[in-house]
């Protein structure tokens, strides 16, 4: 292949992330040398990038990851909360927390429900086993093994996290062996996107392979501030080059595929004059198609974290300091078990917040660390643990909106975390069940003590309080441009994901989902774009105009 750049390509992609990787692969399968994709971002040569534990350097590093936060708002107390998102090849596939969870069943019949045919469970199955290559137990017809995602087990043995999920039990949540398989409800180690100690991006498996083998044309440091249209037709891009500092234009034959993540596809179609006529109207931007659901049914999984000092163990705070990380770095360069091949969450937890709930509607997060405040950045000094719990489906949304007409400036991002009642009650539920799984008798010879929030937090508005202070993004932006049936005035894209009223631009990433599954949201987005690949190459050659 010669990899040769041009002006005009069958199709551009825009971003290089969960869905991008994956969706400018498969179309240059069919479209040798044909296929351009664009990456705000730069290549993922850095071994943080590589190194699982790296996430914790990059996450916060304007040069791998998108530095945005929520607008300040009064359910959070006027905090700006941060949710980076990856801008590098791979986009958050390079910077995530490697934890692969599919969902629930109910997550994708419910889609299919809102009027989104072919979006049921049966259908998307083979979507997700297609990009899967599970290494370990599995079911044969649930799980996928000749993809180019390997999902591994935990190969890490902690004798912390082997006490908590025994104490589980003690709750009546029993130990789960495959959380992917029928059924999501119990504890068990997580599965990862981790192969031979090293991250599973789309970088490093899709989009090098399609580089190698199919001439894909790949372009970092390429931001898109713009789709070109020829009357409703989508005919290219406009892209900022900030190697040489210049303006550019590049053209597509068939399509214009944006798969720039839950944050910046809107903020493109709203630069394009795609979105509400009146939000366009702000910033005199011309107006291409009145879609008013650009930008809104944002949702996310808002988190909350509780923090225990432990004692007779080593945890990771220990191990990430001084002699014990040099040994640990030498295990993983020798390719044994060592924290640098971990993912920052250890244990799962699915369960159900009362019993007339027929399935999961909690997710929990257990690990031997703990952080100073609760916050993902320094570790405590003293051997720690901390669980985190979640709500599988909060009803609160947001939107993300532009700030002004220039490219370069972040849109305002607010996610209402909190907002509706029912996510209040459920978050107060959350921290007393992360409470009450690190006190089970299982992890009684650990002597916990609770750091954080500590003792003095009990009444139900305490908690609250406490919740609306220290909650943080678990990063699963999603919704903003969500598909739907005609009648949903809402909807951004049809159920082939084609923008309304538009030709030859479809959205695949995380954008599309009408409502967040009841997971870590990245093995959906990557089932969303095996999906779209085929439906597009399916409708380019029944010649279906798009
Ligand atoms: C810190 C973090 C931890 C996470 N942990 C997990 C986890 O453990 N498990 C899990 O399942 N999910 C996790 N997620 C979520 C998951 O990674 C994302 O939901 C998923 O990657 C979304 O895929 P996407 O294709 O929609 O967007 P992304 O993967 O974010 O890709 C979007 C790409 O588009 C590029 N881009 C944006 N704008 C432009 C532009 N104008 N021009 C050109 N390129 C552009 C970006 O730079 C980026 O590369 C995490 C996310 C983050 C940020």
Not at 150 to 179: L, M, Q
Not at 401 to 412: E, H, M, N, T
């Amino acid at each position: 292949m010669k990899n040769k750049k041009k002006r005009k390509y069958d199709y551009i992609v825009v971003g290089s992330g969960a869905a991008g990787g994956i969706v400018s692969c498969r179309l240059s399968e069919q479209h040798p040398d044909s296929v351009c994709l664009l990456e705000a971002g730069s290549s993922n040569w850095h071994p943080y990038l590589n190194i699982p534990a790296g996430f914790i350097k990059v996450i916060f590093k304007p040069g791998f990851a998108w530095q945005f936060s929520t607008e300040a708002n009064a359910l959070t107390l006027d905090r700006n909360i941060p949710i980076p998102q990856g801008r590098v090849l791979g986009g958050s596939t390079s910077i995530n927390g490697l934890v692969y969870n599919r969902g629930l069943k109910s997550d994708y019949d419910n889609w299919s429900a809102l009027g989104n045919e072919g979006w049921d469970y049966k259908s998307v199955l083979p979507y997700f086993n297609k990009c899967e290559r599970r290494i370990g137990h599995a079911k044969n017809e649930t799980r996928g093994f000749d993809g180019l995602i390997s999902v591994t087990d935990s190969n890490w043995p902690d004798a912390v996290c082997d006490a908590f999920i025994e104490g589980a039990s003690e709750f009546g949540i029993s130990k789960n062996p495959d959380y992917n398989g029928t059924s999501q409800e119990g504890v068990g180690y997580f599965q990862r996107t981790i192969f031979s100690g090293k991250r599973v991006s789309t970088a490093n498996t899709y989009i090098k392979r399609a580089k190698k083998q199919f001439g894909l044309i790949v372009m970092t440091h390429s931001q898109v501030t713009k789709v070109l249209f020829d009357g409703n037709r989508a005919i290219g891009v406009e892209f900022f080059n900030s190697k040489s500092g210049s303006i550019e234009n590049i053209y597509a034959n068939k399509e214009v595929i944006l798969s720039a993540g839950a944050i910046n596809t809107p903020k493109i179609l709203n630069l394009s004059g795609i979105g509400g006529i009146k939000d366009l109207e702000k910033f005199n931007i011309t107006p291409v198609a009145d879609l008013p659901g650009v930008g809104k049914n944002l949702k996310d999984h808002y988190s909350i974290r509780i923090s225990n000092k432990i004692e007779n163990a080593v945890t990771i705070n220990e191990r990430a300091k001084g002699p014990r990380l040099a040994l640990e770095v030498l295990k993983w360069i020798v390719k044994k078990p060592s924290i640098l091949s971990l993912s920052p969450s250890v244990v799962h937890i699915f369960c159900r917040s009362n019993k007339e709930v027929q399935e999961p509607d909690l997710q929990g997060v257990f690990s031997p660390a703990s952080y100073r405040n609760g916050y993902v950045g320094v570790l405590d000094k003293y051997p720690g643990m901390t669980c985190g719990f979640w709500q599988h489906r909060p009803k609160s949304t947001g939107e993300v909106k532009l700030v002004s007409d220039d490219p370069f400036d972040a849109p305002a991002v607010q996610p209402n975390y909190l907002q509706h009642e029912e996510d209040q009650e459920k978050i107060i539920l959350c921290a007393k069940l992360a409470r009450k799984m690190m006190s089970s008798d299982a992890l009684a010879p650990y002597n916990p003590t609770e750091t954080f929030p500590g003792s003095k937090c009990q009444t139900d508005q305490q908690i609250l309080d406490f919740c609306r202070r220290y909650g943080v993004s678990s990063y699963h932006l999603c919704g903003t441009a969500k598909m739907g049936p005609s009648n949903d005035s809402m909807a951004v894209v049809d159920s082939r994901l084609r923008v309304k009223g538009i030709t030859s631009l479809r959205i695949v990433d995380a954008s599309v989902m009408p409502d967040i599954p009841s997971a870590n949201i990245c093995a959906a987005t990557m089932m969303i774009a095996e999906k779209a690949s085929d439906m597009i190459l399916e409708d380019s050659k029944r010649k279906i105009t798009v």
